[in-house]
């Protein structure tokens, strides 16, 4: 392992020195003279397999300590996505931390899973027009013969239940439902069940304490359906773009391509993009401090 992953969190905040993470600082400040406060950036590869998760938020809190937030935080978003619980913790700290107790969200292009509950917590998001957020319904990896395969517990949770009632209505022969039945285990339905009403839970305070406050959590359920089950998407990589975002009732700007700040947000989304896809797997920074996780050899 290396040093500097057994390091303390704060200590483990490295002021990189070569050229690339320099031209990202100066876009960072570029950005802060137009947007008027300290912005941060949170990338985690969609190349590597790595995910949101605890270990991140330790890093942002460490990050944010440092910097003076008196007058806000602006977040620039960028991953596939991970634990929900973990988005959650990420929000706290982002309100905690912010002077204003508020953040906006920016998504330069992708904010998928755990990122777009991320971007729930904001008191808006900022987006461009292909910029994408995606459905929060928990998914399940399974490897079959070598082949990790991705299944929608909603989608695990619906095929038992329709399983179960037809053969709860079937009078003659129920051994074909019984053989079905028994590829599934109850515990992990319930277990299933219980994920996926702790996604929409995390979503509906969040919405409920932010961007939709005064809205009960009935009616937000209902205005966020979309990204709540695949039933409408009917993928979970199926990008949520900024007009049926903002249809949801989420509280949204949409930057014009030909805007400065359009052009710098693109740059810095290409350069740190680039950099978790070969060199590194995350990446989170700001104009004064940035941390790397090595990619995978």
Not at 65 to 86: E, H, R, Y
Not at 139 to 165: H, P
């Given at each position: 392992?290396?040093?500097?992953?057994?390091?303390?969190?704060?200590?483990?905040?490295?002021?990189?020195?070569?050229?690339?993470?320099?031209?990202r600082k100066n876009i960072f400040i570029e950005l802060e003279k137009i947007?008027?406060?300290?912005?941060?950036?949170?990338?985690?590869?969609?190349?590597?397999?790595?995910?949101?998760?605890?270990?991140?938020?330790?890093?942002?809190?460490?990050?944010?300590?440092?910097?003076?937030?008196?007058?806000?935080?602006?977040?620039?978003?960028?991953?596939?996505?991970?634990?929900?619980?973990?988005?959650?913790?990420?929000?706290?700290?982002?309100?905690?931390?912010?002077?204003?107790?508020?953040?906006?969200?920016?998504?330069?292009?992708?904010?998928?899973?755990?990122?777009?509950?991320?971007?729930?917590?904001?008191?808006?998001?900022?987006?461009?027009?292909?910029?994408?957020?995606?459905?929060?319904?928990?998914?399940?990896?399974?490897?079959?013969?070598?082949?990790?395969?991705?299944?929608?517990?909603?989608?695990?949770?619906?095929?038992?239940?329709?399983?179960?009632?037809?053969?709860?209505?079937?009078?003659n022969n129920l051994q074909p439902y019984l053989q079905q039945l028994a590829?599934?285990?109850?515990?992990?339905?319930?277990?299933?069940?219980?994920?996926?009403?702790?996604?929409?839970?995390?979503?509906?305070?969040?919405?409920?304490?932010?961007?939709?406050?005064?809205?009960?959590?009935?009616?937000?359920?209902?205005?966020?359906?979309?990204?709540?089950?695949?039933?409408?998407?009917?993928?979970?990589?199926?990008?949520?773009?900024?007009?049926?975002?903002?249809?949801?009732?989420?509280?949204?700007?949409?930057?014009?391509?030909?805007?400065?700040?359009?052009?710098?947000?693109?740059?810095?989304?290409?350069?740190?993009?680039?950099?978790?896809?070969?060199?590194?797997?995350?990446?989170?920074?700001?104009?004064?401090?940035?941390?790397?996780?090595?990619?995978?050899?």
């Amino acid at each position: 392992m290396a040093e500097n992953e057994t390091m303390p969190i704060i200590k483990r905040i490295i002021i990189e020195q070569n050229q690339g993470p320099k031209t990202r600082k100066n876009i960072f400040i570029e950005l802060e003279k137009i947007l008027k406060m300290p912005i941060i950036s949170y990338f985690t590869s969609f190349r590597f397999p790595v995910m949101i998760e605890d270990a991140d938020a330790d890093i942002l809190e460490g990050i944010l300590q440092k910097t003076d937030l008196s007058n806000g935080l602006a977040v620039v978003v960028s991953s596939p996505g991970g634990f929900g619980i973990t988005a959650e913790r990420i929000i706290n700290i982002f309100r905690n931390y912010s002077g204003t107790g508020e953040y906006w969200a920016i998504v330069p292009s992708k904010a998928k899973s755990a990122a777009t509950m991320i971007c729930f917590g904001a008191s808006k998001i900022i987006m461009g027009g292909t910029s994408e957020l995606g459905p929060i319904d928990p998914q399940i990896a399974v490897s079959e013969k070598g082949i990790t395969k991705r299944f929608s517990l909603c989608n695990l949770v619906d095929s038992y239940d329709d399983l179960f009632q037809r053969a709860v209505k079937e009078k003659n022969n129920l051994q074909p439902y019984l053989q079905q039945l028994a590829n599934y285990d109850e515990r992990e339905i319930k277990e299933f069940r219980t994920a996926i009403s702790l996604s929409e839970d995390i979503a509906t305070r969040t919405l409920s304490s932010g961007m939709m406050k005064g809205m009960s959590e009935k009616e937000i359920k209902q205005k966020i359906e979309v990204f709540l089950t695949p039933q409408k998407t009917k993928s979970h990589g199926r990008p949520i773009y900024v007009k049926e975002a903002i249809s949801c009732g989420l509280k949204i700007d949409l930057i014009d391509k030909k805007e400065k700040l359009y052009e710098l947000f693109c740059e810095l989304y290409t350069r740190t993009n680039n950099f978790v896809s070969t060199k590194a797997s995350k990446c989170i920074e700001n104009s004064q401090y940035s941390f790397a996780t090595p990619a995978p050899k």
